[in-house]
């Protein structure tokens, strides 16, 4: 799928994937890597978002492009969305990957 990805962003002029890497409505341990791999392989920015739901805003945040480095690029997507509470916060897992519990 991340290569399918990659290939539609390389034929489209413009383009948005919109993509919740935590991915469930129950608490997961880690969030999907792939939008990470896509957006480092099609070479496109990580563009934040978020619902705050305890002040009833949403919004769009920082930009990240991705670095390569992947454990300093996930601490500031930990930092931006620290602040920020969905409706059921007992749901929510700890803003990580799969590789970094390893």
Known sequence: MV???VEEFAAADE?????????TRRRTEYWRSG???????????????FIDF?????GIGSIIYPSGDIAADMAKIRDFY???QGRHPENQ???RLQSDLE
């Open 3 to 5: 290569q399918q990805m």
């Open 15 to 23: 383009m948005a994937l919109v993509i919740a890497p935590e991915g």
């Open 35 to 49: 939008f990470y791999r896509i957006a480092t392989a099609a070479e496109v920015p990580i563009v934040l978002a």
């Open 54 to 58: 305890p002040s009833r805003t949403a």
């Open 82 to 84: 620290a602040p920020f």
């Open 93 to 95: 897992g700890p803003i």
